[in-house]
């Protein structure tokens, strides 16, 4: 490195550190005003009444105008979308299912030789013995029509993208918007519009499905070599030529991911939409038992879509990669075999609805659940409550309104709020003393936040803290972009509840943090662990949500730390895979110098591999926040509060405005947290020269 | 149990024979009745006997899951025919704005009584001495007390989407309780089975028939009678200063339809506004279905066999 790099490097981080500091400096200024005056200032505190505008009416009127007029077009879609449904209906639920175990089987073979073929057989075997037969193959169907439109749509996004370059930035805040808008919100416009039935469902998943997709389309796209195209300008073919013959071939191997990530997307948003009903799949088996409470058969209902998702997913993972051809005499082979057992049990009159030889375990799981709950209910209830009393909240309402004689055991009082910030003045004057001023302030304002509750933070200093967050981040243009979607919220009337969402998926974002930095760093260092880690993380990510709420429910019952919990269980999983990924993957290289120099085992870690993979892993914590979001909307089935109950609320009364509105403040904080969190990943990766 | 099932039987044949009824056009035969299924028990046994009626006289039904919040539109754009029971306790805004519109019939009632009021498993009793009347619920309020709701007791009430009638009737009576919604029924459930298997207190906002009622041992706090002044006049009552001071006004349950019904299958149209089901008719099926496992189809099946003397006359007037 040349002296002229290193001198202009310093001076970067010196920007740096003035812009954080100041950043920080100001943020202070505005926490210390809404402390010490916010009694006499109360306009910064809480949102002045008189400034709200009715939004929600605004939406519905707006949302409803629109319904009308496409409600004709919607119409003709869904009829004609009908047919492809019950012809694929038809064809997985009439089949026997000898058959059709038999061809999944030939199918693998096909695709990946012995292998897939056992995994397509014992997993299809499982979805018979399971008793769930007809409404796995309903809940195929469903997949089976959605996935193609949603990847016609997304290749279309995509294309389109490529074209218009100037478009990119606009088409990419759909994608996000399409991805982080919690599905709840739009189901009943999407009633509305396409009437009552499957199709509503298809439509949704279609909807979230498709950015995926699009995403990587256009990557793909951006990715083909000059060379290629050049040739295929050069051989003189029309726009059209070039794009169809050329480059999208070119991009095969990046689009058939895409197609990956599609299919599992299609598949876990299609349990969702069974709360319309319409049709009788694992969804709908799935809400079934969740209002009984029984854990047992939900679990085994759920256990239905992740065989499915682990079967899709490994088979169209594989049709990515570059593969040896199979021999298609045994597919045929075992496809005849199939169709033999398939007739003989067609004439010995076989249950078409496969075996129900699950039940007893089902059961016995359900009263494993009962028996915990029964022995150790002492136990459960004081970790619940120590969690409450000590960490949720006071997160909620600040240890000035958390800290009471019944539950700290003592009042809190000006005195202790005193001794309280001195405390953290101190902390944060060694922090300043030994040159980190921006965290030195971050430490002073997490006191106030600590003291505060985030429930009850002011306005101001939310709107104006991220905003400067965005300003350290990416600089102006995001610093503004976030103030300006956060006021948009404001205005709306439901800050409130938005900040009670903040405050329940930010306590979920940092314990999953940390526990899934922990894990996914223990997976790094051991395979052994990682082999026992990763069929858990399979299962967490894939069975319906649903599921997680009745254990959860039995053994802490409602309530906000259910909530938590259930909303760490499904978050937690992105943290594990990319801090793990990230570890491992740091080049040989880097490793083989940090060796030859000397370096043990763990010191290769801390020094070579975490600062490499900080940019991986600030993406895991990019996808966990994401993830808390969209579990944010389930866990009001345990009864929270906030923006989730919005939706729901809308839902059950068919209010298109409530529903809409809410919807989009979600997706607004969802997008507020990627856009921060991918600016300071971009930042690290800048730094580390990627 | 057969002795409910007598008695039920009596009672419905009584009810059904004494409706006026003429008979009526079958309509469009060949096309079939879409019925709602909703996601309880109880309203799957209904439609199915509804559905086994509609089918003796001659139609053809087709059971169309849906949810009980969602329904309403279908109903009001004909892709669902009927669904045959609503709680005025549950219904949404949407129902009634569909109903004013002249785009949703309401049929009539369906017979059933409900009751709703603040329950409680019986092994809270050893808890709070003096239940269930309310008056113990004053002085024991600090042993349902939860870390969210401290230093009151804890009521779980209905899901906010149902509205809040347990915290009503906390305030009303001025009883030391918080309410916390639910969030959905599995909620409430899971609350109900977790406090049986930790012999834990609870109090809860729940109604019958539900399977649960017996599953779980629940019973009801004995509160004043709901009467119509004590939604309005504060005065009346134990607390002179507040509504709500007594116990749930009695729950409506009811049956809607397409408006088209009547026109293209009046027969139908007419079994089913005649249609009653009791409680001491629908409650051991619904147990013979959670409890015992049995399917729908075949309790009902038997259910209707065993019972013809409490529908047959409903269609038989209806059809001949």
Request: proline share 6%.
């Given at each position: 490195m040349s002296a002229v790099e290193t001198a202009s490097q310093d001076q970067a981080r010196r920007l740096q550190i003035t812009r954080g500091s100041v950043a920080a400096l100001l943020v202070l200024v505005i926490a210390a005003i809404c402390r010490f005056?916010?009694?006499?200032?109360?306009?910064?505190?809480?949102?002045?009444?008189?400034?709200?505008?009715?939004?929600?009416?605004?939406?519905?009127?707006?949302?409803?105008?629109?319904?009308?007029?496409?409600?004709?077009?919607?119409?003709?879609?869904?009829?004609?979308?009908?047919?492809?449904?019950?012809?694929?209906?038809?064809?997985?639920?009439?089949?026997?299912?000898?058959?059709?175990?038999?061809?999944?089987?030939?199918?693998?073979?096909?695709?990946?030789?012995?292998?897939?073929?056992?995994?397509?057989?014992?997993?299809?075997?499982?979805?018979?013995?399971?008793?769930?037969?007809?409404?796995?193959?309903?809940?195929?169907?469903?997949?089976?029509?959605?996935?193609?439109l949603a990847a016609l749509l997304g290749a279309g996004i995509g294309i389109f993208a490529f074209e218009y370059p100037k478009l990119k930035s606009s088409v990419n805040v759909v994608l996000d918007v399409m991805q982080t808008m919690p599905t709840f919100a739009y189901l009943t416009p999407l009633l509305v519009l396409f009437g009552f039935g499957p199709v509503v469902g298809l439509i949704a998943s279609a909807i979230f499905a498709a950015p995926p997709m699009a995403r990587n389309v256009l990557l793909g796209l951006e990715r083909v070599e000059p060379e290629i195209r050049e040739a295929a300008v050069m051989s003189g073919g029309t726009r059209r030529q070039q794009l169809f013959l050329v480059e999208l071939p070119a991009a095969s191997q990046q689009i058939m991911v895409g197609f990956n990530q599609c299919l599992m997307a299609a598949l876990s948003m299609v349990i969702i939409a069974a709360v319309i009903g319409g049709f009788e799949d694992i969804g709908w088996e799935v809400l079934l038992t969740m209002r009984k409470a029984l854990f047992g058969p939900a679990f085994l209902a759920g256990s239905v879509i992740v065989v499915f998702a682990v079967v899709i997913d490994r088979m169209s993972a594989a049709l990515a990669e570059p593969r040896p051809a199979q021999d298609?005499?045994?597919?045929?082979?075992?496809?005849?075999?199939?169709?033999?057992?398939?007739?003989?049990?067609?004439?010995?009159?076989?249950?078409?609805?496969?075996?129900?030889?699950?039940?007893?375990?089902?059961?016995?799981?359900?009263?494993?659940?009962?028996?915990?709950?029964?022995?150790?209910?002492?136990?459960?209830?004081?970790?619940?409550?120590?969690?409450?009393?000590?960490?949720?909240?006071?997160?909620?309402?600040?240890?000035?309104?958390?800290?009471?004689?019944?539950?700290?055991g003592f009042a809190w009082t000006a005195q202790h709020s005193f001794v309280f910030y001195a405390v953290f003045a101190a902390i944060?004057?060694?922090?300043?003393?030994?040159?980190?001023?921006?965290?030195?302030?971050?430490?002073?304002?997490?006191?106030?936040?600590?003291?505060?509750?985030?429930?009850?933070?002011?306005?101001?200093?939310?709107?104006?803290?991220?905003?400067?967050?965005?300003?350290?981040?990416?600089?102006?243009?995001?610093?503004?972009?976030?103030?300006?979607?956060?006021?948009?919220?404001?205005?709306?009337?439901l800050w409130e509840r938005a900040l009670?969402?903040?405050?329940?998926?930010?306590?979920?974002?940092?314990?999953?943090?940390?526990?899934?930095?922990?894990?996914?760093?223990?997976?790094?260092?051991?395979?052994?662990?990682?082999?026992?880690?990763?069929?858990?993380?399979?299962?967490?990510?894939?069975?319906?949500?649903?599921?997680?709420?009745?254990?959860?429910?039995?053994?802490?019952?409602?309530?906000?730390?259910?909530?938590?919990?259930?909303?760490?269980?499904?978050?937690?999983?992105?943290?594990?895979?990319?801090?793990?990924?990230?570890?491992?993957?740091?080049?040989?290289?880097?490793?083989e110098a940090a060796t030859a120099s000397g370096a043990g085992k763990w010191q290769t870690m801390f020094e070579v591999r975490a600062p490499y993979a900080a940019p991986t892993i600030l993406l895991g914590l990019n996808q966990t926040i994401l993830y808390a979001f969209a579990m944010l909307v389930i866990a009001a089935l345990i009864g929270t509060t906030g923006l989730g109950q919005s939706i729901f609320l809308a839902l059950g009364q068919a209010d298109v405005g409530l529903g809409v509105t809410a919807g989009v403040a979600m997706a607004i904080l969802a997008l507020v947290a990627d856009r921060l969190v991918q600016g300071f990943a971009e930042e690290r990766k800048q730094a580390l020269g990627l | 149990m057969t002795k409910i099932l007598k008695a039920s039987l009596s009672a419905l044949a009584v009810t059904a024979v004494a409706m006026s009824a003429q008979a009526a056009e079958l309509g469009a035969a060949d096309e079939p009745i879409k019925l709602a299924l909703n996601e309880w028990t109880g309203q799957h046994v209904t439609t199915h006997v509804a559905g086994e009626m509609l089918k003796a006289a001659g139609y053809e039904v087709e059971y169309v899951t849906a949810g009980m919040m969602n329904q309403f539109q279908a109903i009001a754009d004909g892709d669902i025919h009927?669904?045959?029971?609503?709680?005025?306790?549950?219904?949404?805004?949407?129902?009634?704005?569909?109903?004013?519109?002249?785009?949703?019939?309401?049929?009539?009632?369906?017979?059933?009584?409900?009751?709703?009021?603040?329950?409680?498993?019986?092994?809270?009793?050893?808890?709070?001495?003096?239940?269930?009347?309310?008056?113990?619920?004053?002085?024991?309020?600090?042993?349902?007390?939860?870390?969210?709701?401290?230093?009151?007791?804890?009521?779980?009430?209905?899901?906010?989407?149902?509205?809040?009638?347990g915290a009503d009737r906390m305030v009303g009576l001025d009883l030391p309780f918080k309410a916390v919604p639910a969030g959905s029924e599995g909620a409430l459930i899971a609350e109900l089975r977790a406090s049986t298997e930790k012999k834990s207190p609870l109090l809860i906002t729940f109604w019958q028939p539900h399977w649960a009622m017996s599953a779980y041992d629940v019973k009801f706090v004995e509160l004043p009678a709901g009467e119509d002044a004590c939604f309005t006049d504060p005065a009346w009552g134990p607390n002179p200063n507040a509504i709500n001071d007594c116990d749930f006004s009695a729950s409506r349950i009811f049956k809607a339809a397409w408006p088209g019904l009547k026109d293209k299958w009046p027969a139908a149209h007419e079994i089913l506004v005649n249609y009653?089901?009791?409680?001491?008719?629908?409650?051991?099926?619904?147990?013979?279905?959670?409890?015992?496992g049995d399917s729908v189809e075949d309790v009902v099946a038997e259910w209707m066999a065993a019972n013809e003397g409490a529908w047959k006359p409903v269609v038989d007037a209806a059809t001949k």
């Open positions: 005056w916010g009694e006499e200032l109360t306009w910064l505190v809480s949102w002045p009444d008189a400034l709200t505008v009715p939004m929600t009416d605004w939406v519905g009127a707006g949302v409803g105008w629109f319904l009308a007029v496409f409600k004709p077009i919607a119409r003709v879609f869904s009829y004609l979308l009908e047919f492809p449904m019950t012809w694929v209906g038809g064809l997985l639920g009439g089949a026997p299912w000898p058959l059709i175990l038999g061809s999944v089987t030939a199918l693998g073979w096909l695709i990946g030789g012995a292998r897939m073929a056992a995994l397509g057989f014992f997993g299809f075997g499982f979805v018979v013995i399971s008793g769930y037969w007809l409404e796995g193959m309903n809940t195929l169907a469903l997949v089976a029509v959605s996935v193609p298609k005499r045994v597919a045929l082979g075992i496809f005849a075999i199939g169709a033999l057992v398939a007739v003989w049990a067609v004439i010995a009159g076989w249950n078409p609805a496969g075996i129900a030889a699950m039940d007893g375990v089902a059961d016995k799981v359900d009263h494993g659940v009962g028996q915990f709950t029964a022995n150790h209910g002492a136990t459960l209830d004081t970790i619940k409550n120590t969690s409450m009393f000590y960490g949720l909240l006071p997160l909620r309402i600040g240890l000035s309104d958390a800290v009471l004689p019944f539950t700290w944060a004057a060694l922090v300043a003393l030994r040159g980190h001023l921006p965290q030195a302030g971050l430490v002073l304002i997490g006191a106030y936040v600590l003291e505060t509750g985030i429930a009850q933070l002011p306005w101001a200093f939310v709107i104006f803290g991220v905003g400067a967050v965005g300003w350290v981040a990416g600089g102006r243009k995001l610093a503004i972009q976030v103030s300006v979607l956060l006021g948009l919220i404001l205005v709306s009337g009670l969402s903040l405050y329940l998926s930010g306590a979920s974002v940092a314990a999953c943090a940390l526990v899934g930095g922990v894990l996914g760093f223990w997976s790094a260092m051991s395979p052994r662990a990682w082999m026992v880690i990763r069929p858990v993380c399979d299962t967490l990510q894939t069975i319906p949500l649903f599921v997680f709420l009745i254990p959860v429910l039995m053994f802490f019952q409602i309530g906000e730390f259910s909530a938590f919990l259930a909303i760490c269980m499904y978050a937690v999983v992105p943290m594990i895979r990319y801090t793990r990924h990230g570890l491992i993957s740091t080049p040989e290289e880097m490793i | 009927a669904t045959l029971e609503i709680w005025s306790s549950n219904v949404s805004d949407q129902y009634a704005v569909l109903k004013d519109d002249g785009k949703l019939e309401e049929l009539s009632d369906l017979g059933l009584n409900a009751r709703e009021g603040i329950a409680y498993p019986a092994h809270v009793a050893d808890l709070c001495p003096g239940l269930p009347a309310w008056e113990a619920l004053k002085d024991c309020a600090i042993n349902f007390a939860t870390a969210e709701t401290l230093p009151a007791g804890r009521l779980v009430d209905y899901p906010a989407d149902w509205g809040t009638p009653q089901l009791s409680v001491e008719a629908q409650q051991p099926m619904m147990g013979a279905v959670d409890v015992d």
